[in-house]
């Protein structure tokens, strides 16, 4: 049984899903804008920012279908707790400087049988305002030649430490479907294509976040200097230990 088909671990899903629910109702005023723009299913690839270890939950609870990660298979800046949650999810686990052309692989088979795959483009979570894409997530959409769905998520740092009084407010914002898209050539000309797409696709996330929020994709001159700092991708020469994928 391929991972991609994952009968074996819906019952554990529902049951996360669930306790998500509860516990994002507990511990936060969580609203969610722009339900209309939910399409009815896949393929598709939802894509967001990126400024908390905890955004997947956030998708989680707003998507109304089984979704699958693209996520690291060494943490960045999440605490060591917090990897237990994708671990017992699931994902399509990529390993940093080597290609991780197993878990694309997957993540591509998944939208081919019309699954919704969700993707945090900027590649980790280091700051609070949106920085450039990696190409991954631009390649998978034109490999696959899916709609791409954009979500903001702001207010979900905000949570901790746990609380039952003066919960933070936690936005998920729906955009519209966009694409598909389809790119031609080779080599440089193709990359060149993956990388605009990659930038089209953190702008539609932009108009999603207050303006302070957007980073590298601020109108504004005064935001995009201040989060010049941010952009430098963090494992830019790291080089992790790519392993037998394992069928969890």
């Known amino acids: 049984m391929t991972q991609q088909s994952i009968p074996h671990r819906r019952p554990l899903r529902f049951v996360l899903r669930q306790l998500i629910h509860a516990a994002l109702g507990l511990f936060a005023d969580v609203n969610v804008i722009g339900r209309e723009n939910l399409p009815a299913g896949g393929p598709l690839v939802v894509v967001a920012n990126h400024?908390?270890?905890?955004?997947?939950?956030?998708?989680?609870?707003?998507?109304?279908?089984?979704?699958?990660?693209?996520?690291?298979?060494?943490?960045?800046?999440?605490?060591?707790?917090?990897?237990?949650?994708?671990?017992?999810?699931?994902?399509?686990?990529?390993?940093?400087?080597?290609?991780?052309?197993?878990?694309?692989?997957?993540?591509?088979?998944?939208?081919?049988?019309?699954?919704?795959?969700?993707?945090?483009?900027?590649?980790?979570?280091?700051?609070?305002?949106?920085?450039?894409?990696?190409?991954?997530?631009?390649?998978?959409?034109?490999?696959?030649?899916?709609?791409?769905?954009?979500?903001?998520?702001?207010?979900?740092?905000?949570?901790?430490?746990?609380?039952?009084?003066?919960?933070?407010?936690?936005?998920?914002?729906?955009?519209?479907?966009?694409?598909?898209f389809s790119i031609q050539g080779r080599g440089r000309q193709r990359r060149a294509q993956i990388d605009r797409l990659g930038h089209t696709i953190m702008e539609r996330i932009a108009a999603l976040l207050p303006e302070e929020m957007r980073g590298r994709y601020s109108d504004d001159p005064a935001i995009r200097a201040a989060a010049k700092p941010f952009e430098a991708y963090p494992w830019a020469d790291a080089v992790e230990g790519e392993v037998a994928y394992q069928r969890s």
């Not at 270890?53 to 990660?69: G, K, Q, S």
């Not at 945090?120 to 894409?133: D, I, K, N, S, T």
């Open 51 to 180: 400024f908390s270890f905890a955004d997947p939950v956030a998708l989680i609870h707003m998507a109304p279908w089984e979704v699958n990660f693209i996520a690291a298979a060494t943490p960045g800046f999440a605490p060591k707790w917090a990897g237990l949650f994708p671990k017992l999810w699931g994902a399509f686990w990529v390993y940093r400087g080597t290609g991780s052309r197993a878990a694309l692989k997957l993540a591509e088979n998944w939208l081919h049988q019309k699954g919704v795959l969700c993707i945090f483009p900027e590649g980790g979570a280091w700051a609070q305002v949106l920085r450039p894409p990696r190409p991954g997530t631009a390649y998978l959409a034109t490999r696959g030649q899916v709609p791409i769905l954009p979500v903001a998520i702001y207010g979900l740092n905000e949570i901790f430490p746990l609380r039952l009084t003066n919960r933070p407010r936690v936005t998920i914002r729906i955009g519209k479907p966009f694409g598909p």
